[in-house]
């Protein structure tokens, strides 16, 4: 009889186990990211209160990287109190384009939260992209857009001396002006952090004894803190926007820097000014100096800076300005049009007298370009800086120009096609195909022409008229994108005579 019960707890326990096991397998093998698609997208988004949807490519290899972590936060966000969704969509499928289209998908990944069924949209998250991050990015926006401020404890807790936080100080939590200053913090919670308060005196800096209503920007540089006591919500941002940048950015690969996104964005028209210094120079610490005395001279102008020291992890930088290391220290200027400027190897006596000449409309524009080709015999015709007015806008001939990099796979697979094309026009004298080295050669005209990844294709009209070529890369998709817009006399092309059987006649 023992024996049997023992064999009874045995079977009890291996049962026991399985379905441990079992829930456990299931549990692993659940994905928590939601599914959308043209067909979905509106009814499960109307549903949510709150949905944080991924727009994505499969083919992006950043969207690759992602995947895991967002699923993996997905699932820590799913046992939160209160769960949050998260949902996918591939905004590259055809069906689906008219998804990103409306939403201004501009680029892959990119994370948007919904809230109130659809009806609200942030701005596009652009922080980090593990999940520890996303859960943390994701919780916050789950609470309120401001934080009631009680005591000086609560202060410490909730604000980071390392970033920026914006507190509205009031007699008492209600009229206009407090309401304006809610809406201000909904508006802006995916950049900034709000909290309010109705004692100064619990606040780590700026005058204790005012009793507002008031807004003040605590900040981690330059002055430290700001007041404002307009309570007009565009009044508001405006403050925002113009008080919380720094006289100077200090670069940094940290992809949740705010301040080094807003230099780089589109959005920031500014003349961009940039220092790079190797602090084992001698000069570095006075010429710093005079660079931050100037910045600080010209702040809330019409110049953004930017400071950069020579460590391995900034190097990135002068690749993306197309800069050599040996012309460091250096002082790098790129105005809104695209034209540049360079001071290399500079004296601290020279930082001064140099951007004064530049200020003044002296210094020359620097300009990168290889040598006019003495041969360009090939079918696709090489263009460089230098010739690119000649050969482009000024030949009168229909031009389709590729913008490419020596190293991108893309491109080289791109190569043979174009050479293709390119035999199809030979007897053509008003079709020109043509290839661009990037890497080599400033792009002219950079704010007509956006290269933002290997290969860009644009069409230039004989009558100036500028089109993003962005079809199929087949020998037939581009003959009949060329042929479509070209505006002098059409010619019978040749779609099956390929480099091969051309050689053979």
């Known amino acids: 009889m023992a024996l049997t019960l023992r064999g009874l707890e ?195 800096r700026g005058d204790l004894s005012v009793k507002g209503p008031i807004i003040r920007l605590l900040k981690p540089f330059d002055e430290l803190f700001a007041d404002f006591e307009d309570f007009d919500l565009s009044a508001m941002e405006k403050f925002i926007e113009k008080e919380d940048v720094p006289s100077v950015v200090v670069y940094s690969m940290d992809p949740g820097n705010p301040y080094i996104n807003k230099f780089f964005s589109e959005a920031n028209q ?66 809104s049009g695209g034209q540049k400027y360079l001071k290399a190897n500079v004296e601290p006596d020279q930082v001064v007298p140099w951007f004064k000449k530049f200020l003044d409309g002296k210094v020359e524009e620097n300009v990168k370009s290889q040598a006019i080709p003495q041969e360009n015999n090939e079918p696709v015709k090489v263009v460089v800086y230098k010739n690119f007015q000649d050969m482009v806008f000024n030949s009168g001939k229909e031009v389709l120009i590729e913008f490419y990099a020596p190293w991108c796979g893309h491109c080289k697979k791109l190569a043979p096609i174009l050479d293709e094309v390119a035999i199809s026009y030979e007897k053509d004298p008003n079709v020109l195909i043509a290839k661009f080295d990037a890497t080599a050669n400033d792009i002219p005209s950079s704010e007509k022409f956006k290269v933002k990844g290997y290969p860009t294709m644009y069409f230039i009209s004989s009558t100036k008229q500028i089109l993003k070529y962005t079809g199929g890369r087949t020998k037939e998709d581009i003959v009949n994108f060329i042929e479509e817009h070209r505006q002098t006399e059409k010619t019978t092309i040749s779609m099956g005579e390929s480099p091969s059987s051309r050689d053979e006649l």
């Open 10 to 204: 045995v079977c009890l326990v291996v049962v026991l186990l399985s379905t441990i096991c079992k829930i456990q397998a299931t549990e692993e093998g659940k994905e928590f990211v939601i599914t959308l698609d043209h067909s979905n997208f509106t009814d499960v988004v109307s549903k949510y209160d709150f949905i944080f949807v991924e727009f994505y490519a499969p083919s992006c290899g950043f969207c690759k990287t992602l995947a895991p972590e967002y699923e993996k936060a997905a699932s820590i966000l799913a046992k939160h109190d209160p769960p949050a969704t998260l949902a996918k969509v591939n905004a590259f499928e055809d069906v689906n384009k008219p998804i990103a289209k409306l939403y201004k998908i501009r680029g892959y990944p990119t994370l948007k939260i919904f809230r109130n069924g659809g009806k609200i949209v942030q701005k596009e998250y652009n922080g980090p992209r593990k999940a520890d991050d996303l859960v943390k990015y994701v919780t916050k926006q789950l609470g309120p857009a401001s934080i009631e401020i009680k005591t000086a404890d609560d202060a410490a807790t909730i604000i980071d001396e390392n970033k920026s936080f914006i507190v509205g100080v009031f007699p008492e939590f209600s009229g206009e002006e407090y309401e304006n200053f809610i809406k201000l913090a909904e508006n802006l919670r995916n950049d900034h952090s709000f909290g309010h308060t109705l004692d100064a005196k619990v606040l780590p």
């Open 270 to 335: 500014n003349t961009k000014v940039t220092m790079i210094l190797d602090f084992a120079n001698e000069n570095a610490i006075a010429l710093k100096s005079k660079y931050y005395d100037i910045a600080q001279l010209l702040k809330g102008g019409k110049l953004s800076f930017l400071y950069s020291d020579l460590e391995p992890n900034n190097e990135r930088l002068l690749k993306f300005s197309k800069l050599d290391k040996s012309l460091v220290p250096l002082i790098y200027i790129q105005k």
